[in-house]
C-alpha cells in the first residue's frame, strides 16, 4: 500500500487492572491485545465483535482518550503521542451511542455545536454562529431548534445534533460507535442516509462500530472482526459476508436476525464457554469455543495471514504452514 | 389450546401535565400475554412504549396519572393494591429490564451487591445462596470470570456487560411475568441470540409470560408469538407475527417494514426507505387517526373522528385504520 494511511494503529495494546477482592491480588484485563488497523482516506471501515471485546477502547485509542499500553497510533503518518489534542480533535471527531447522555441538558443546541470551535480556540469567532447552522442545516435541522434544549428533542434530533457538532471543524475521519442503536428503525434509516451523504459531500472516513451487521453490510466499505481483544478477520464487505473464513466471523453472521417470522432463532454452534478477558485462554482464543478447533488450536496463537477471496484472517485453518507444524 | 393469561390489560390510559396542557403518551392501550409467550411492543421512539410497561409495574413518574378498565395479573387485579403490595409483586412476580442501565444500576455498589440485594429484598436466601444463584444466571447470560464479574462497579463494565447484569437481576426471582425494554441493542448477536435462546428456554421452563419492547424487528419476527405496533399513544395494530410481518395493514406498519436494510435485497450504499414528517404532539386530544399527517393514503374520513378497530387478515388481527385491507400481493419472506 503507499501513501499513509487517515490513521493507522500498529499493534496497539490496553490493559486495565481489576480489583481481585479484598486482600487479594488485583488481575489484569486485557481489553486489547496487539491490534493493528489501518484505515484509507475515503474509507468507512465497520469494526464488528462480541459486546466487551474491546471496540470502545481500541477506538479511544485512535482518539487519543486512553493510552495504548503498548504500540502507537499514527495520524498522516505522525505518531498520535506527539500530537497536541487540538489537532487530533481537528483531524478525529467521536459520534457515541447515547444521544441522550452524550449532549449536555443544560447547553442550547447552538452552544453544543459551536463547542468544538470554543475549545478549539478557532480563530474567527465571528463565523461561528453561520458555520454552526451551516452544519445544522446539512444534518437537517431546522435553525429554529439553535436555541433549544436536549430535553426538547427527539432521539433523531438529538443524534444530529451529535452528528453537527462532530462535523462543524470539518474533521477528515469520524468514529461512530454505535450510531444508531438508541434510535427506531425509521430514524436509524434517516440517519443512516444522512451518514452516506455527508460521506460523498464532505469526504469524510468513517470508521463505523455497530452490532446491526445489516446496518454494516449496507454502510462499510472494509470490515474488521474482532475477538477477545484481536482483530481474527478483515476484508472488504462483500467478501466478509458472503463468505466468511474464521469460524468465529461464520458464527457472527449466522446469527443476524432477518425479520422473518417462519425462522426461530440460529443456534450460534459457539456454546456457552464465553470468553473472559482475564483470563485468555492459550494459543488461539476463540479455541473454547471454535466447532472446527484442531488439537493444535490450543497451543499456538494463529498468526495473520492472507484469507482466501482478499483480506486477512487469523486462523490455524487458513495457514498452510501453521498446520504442518501441528502435524510434525 | 387456550393458555391462560397471565397479564391482562384494558383502556391503559396515562396522563402527565405538562407547561403546554395535559399529555396523553398511552391512550386505551389493551392487550393480553399468555403464559409461555411472548408479545412484542414496537414503534417509534416517543410513542409510549416505555410509559406503557412503566404503568403496568405502577413505576410512573410522580405526576403521571394512570387509569384503566381493567389490569390484572394472573387474575389478580392489580389496580386496588396499595404501594407496598405493589412493592411485593415488583421485582418478585413481576420483573422489568429497563432500557438504560446505567439509570438502573447503582453506581456505589458493585454489581454482587445489587443481584444479592434483588433476591434477598424478596426471599429470605442466604447471601451465599443468593450470590451463587446471582454466578449461576452471569454465566447463563455470557459473563465468564462471574465470581470477579460481581466485584466490579457498573462503570468499569461494558455497554453489552451492563445490559447484561440487569437481565440477571431481573431473573434472580423466576418471575411469571418479564418485561424487557429493549434488553438486548447493546449486545452484539450471537450474545443475543444466546440471550433470546435463555428467555424462551426460561419461558418454556416457568410458563413466563414476557413483554418484549424493541426497534429491532429481526428480534420480534424470530422470537415473538404477538406483536403490537403502537404509534403515537395508541396501539394501531396487533396480530401474530406472521400476519403483521406477511399482512401488515396499518399504513405505518408497513412503512416501518421498508426502513429495515434487508441483505441481499436492499442494495448496498443505496437510500433506504423512511417515514417522512414527525409524530404529532401528544399534548391534548387529537380527533382522527394519529399517523393522518404522514400517511400517505390520508382522506378527509381520516381526521373526522375516532377511528376504531377493523378485522385484519385473520384470527386475532385487528389494525386501526379506514383503509380496508391492501389487496397487494402479501410480502413475501425475505430471502434467508
Ligand atoms: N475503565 C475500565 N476498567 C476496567 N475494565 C474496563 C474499563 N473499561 C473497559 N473495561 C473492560 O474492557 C473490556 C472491553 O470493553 P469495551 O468497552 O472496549 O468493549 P466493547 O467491545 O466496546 O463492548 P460493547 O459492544 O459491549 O460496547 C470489557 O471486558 C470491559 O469490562
Ligand atoms: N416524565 C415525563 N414527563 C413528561 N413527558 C414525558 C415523561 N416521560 C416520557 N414523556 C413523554 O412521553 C412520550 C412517551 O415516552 P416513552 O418513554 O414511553 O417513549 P418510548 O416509546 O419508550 O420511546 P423510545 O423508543 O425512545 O424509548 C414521549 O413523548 C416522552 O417525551
Ligand atoms: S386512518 Fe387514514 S391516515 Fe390513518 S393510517 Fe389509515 S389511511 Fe392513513
Ligand atoms: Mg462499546
Ligand atoms: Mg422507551
Wanted: glycine share 10%.
Amino acid at each position: 500500500m503507499s501513501g499513509a494511511a487517515l490513521i493507522e494503529a500498529r499493534e496497539v495494546s490496553c490493559t486495565f487492572t481489576v480489583s481481585g477482592g479484598f486482600m487479594k491480588e488485583k488481575r489484569r484485563l486485557q481489553a486489547v491485545s496487539r491490534v493493528s488497523l489501518r484505515i484509507e482516506p475515503g474509507e468507512v471501515m465497520a469494526l464488528v465483535g462480541e459486546s466487551g471485546c474491546g471496540k470502545t477502547t481500541l477506538a479511544k485509542m485512535m482518539m487519543g482518550l486512553i493510552a495504548p499500553s503498548e504500540g502507537t497510533i499514527e495520524i498522516g503518518g505522525r505518531p498520535l503521542a506527539s500530537l497536541p489534542r487540538m489537532e487530533i480533535a481537528r483531524s478525529v471527531q467521536p459520534i457515541f451511542q447515547d444521544p441522550y447522555s452524550s449532549l449536555n441538558p443544560r447547553r442550547s443546541v447552538g452552544s453544543i455545536v459551536t463547542q468544538p470551535l470554543r475549545v478549539q480556540k478557532d480563530p474567527d469567532p465571528e463565523t461561528w454562529r453561520r458555520r454552526a447552522e451551516e452544519m445544522m442545516e446539512f444534518v437537517g435541522l431546522p435553525q429554529r431548534l439553535f436555541n433549544h434544549y436536549p430535553g426538547q428533542l427527539s432521539g433523531g434530533q438529538r443524534q444530529r445534533v451529535a452528528i453537527a457538532r462532530a462535523l462543524v471543524n470539518r474533521p477528515r475521519m469520524v468514529i461512530c460507535d454505535e450510531p444508531t442503536s438508541a434510535l427506531d428503525v425509521s430514524v436509524q434509516s434517516q440517519i443512516l442516509n444522512l451518514m452516506q451523504d455527508l460521506r460523498s459531500e464532505l469526504g469524510l472516513t468513517y470508521l463505523l462500530i455497530s452490532h446491526n451487521l445489516a446496518a454494516v453490510e449496507h454502510m462499510a466499505s472494509r470490515v474488521a472482526v474482532m475477538y477477545l481483544g484481536r482483530i481474527v478477520e478483515e476484508a472488504k464487505t462483500g467478501r466478509l459476508f458472503d463468505s466468511p473464513c474464521h469460524p468465529y466471523s461464520e458464527a457472527l453472521l449466522g446469527s443476524v436476525l432477518t425479520p422473518d417470522p417462519t425462522l426461530g432463532i440460529p443456534d450460534t454452534q459457539l456454546g456457552t464457554s464465553y470468553p473472559n478477558p482475564l483470563d485468555v485462554p492459550p494459543g488461539c482464543s476463540f479455541h473454547p469455543r471454535c466447532a472446527k478447533a484442531m488439537p493444535g488450536c490450543s497451543v499456538r496463537a494463529p498468526r495473520r495471514v492472507p484469507a482466501p477471496g482478499g483480506g486477512a484472517v487469523a486462523c490455524h485453518l487458513h495457514d498452510e504452514g501453521a498446520a504442518l507444524d501441528t502435524v510434525s | 389450546m387456550a393458555a391462560a393469561p397471565i397479564l391482562e390489560v384494558e383502556s391503559l390510559n396515562v396522563a402527565i401535565p405538562v407547561p403546554a396542557g395535559t399529555l396523553h403518551p398511552v391512550q386505551e392501550v389493551g392487550f393480553r400475554v399468555t403464559r409461555g409467550h411472548t408479545l412484542a411492543i414496537v414503534g417509534e421512539s416517543g410513542c409510549g412504549k416505555s410509559l406503557t410497561s412503566l404503568a403496568l409495574m405502577n413505576l410512573l413518574p410522580p405526576r403521571a396519572a394512570r387509569t384503566a378498565g381493567r389490569l390484572a395479573l394472573d387474575g389478580q387485579d392489580l389496580l386496588g393494591l396499595s404501594e407496598r403490595e405493589m412493592a411485593d409483586i415488583r421485582g418478585n412476580r413481576m420483573s422489568m429490564i429497563f432500557q438504560e442501565p446505567m439509570t438502573s444500576l447503582n453506581p456505589a455498589y458493585t454489581v454482587g451487591d445489587q443481584l444479592v440485594e434483588a433476591e434477598r429484598r424478596h426471599r429470605r436466601t442466604s447471601v451465599t445462596a443468593a450470590r451463587d444463584r446471582a454466578v449461576w444466571l452471569l454465566e447463563k447470560v455470557g459473563m465468564t470470570g462471574a465470581g470477579e464479574r460481581l466485584r466490579q462497579y457498573p462503570h468499569q463494565l461494558s455497554g453489552g456487560l451492563r445490559q447484561r447484569v440487569m437481565i440477571a437481576m431481573a431473573l434472580m426471582c423466576d418471575p411469571d411475568l418479564i418485561i424487557a425494554d429493549e434488553p438486548t441493542t447493546a449486545l452484539d448477536v450471537t450474545i443475543q441470540a444466546q440471550i433470546l435462546h435463555l428467555l424462551a428456554d426460561l419461558q418454556r421452563e416457568f410458563e413466563t409470560g414476557l413483554i418484549l419492547i424493541t426497534h429491532d424487528l429481526g428480534v420480534v419476527a424470530r422470537l415473538c408469538d404477538r406483536v403490537a405496533v403502537m404509534y403515537a399513544g395508541q396501539i394501531v395494530e396487533e396480530g401474530t407475527a406472521r400476519q403483521i410481518f406477511r399482512t401488515p395493514a396499518h399504513p405505518y406498519t408497513r412503512g416501518l417494514l421498508d426502513c429495515i436494510p434487508i441483505p441481499g435485497k436492499t442494495r448496498r450504499g443505496a437510500h433506504l426507505g423512511t417515514i417522512p414528517g414527525i409524530v404529532p404532539s401528544l399534548v391534548g386530544s387529537m380527533p382522527g387517526c394519529h399517523f393522518a399527517d404522514r400517511c400517505p393514503h390520508a382522506s378527509g374520513a381520516c381526521r373526522s373522528g375516532p377511528i376504531a378497530f377493523r378485522d385484519g387478515a385473520g384470527p386475532g388481527h385487528r389494525y386501526r385504520c379506514v383503509l380496508s385491507l391492501p389487496s397487494g400481493p402479501a410480502r413475501p419472506d425475505p430471502a434467508p
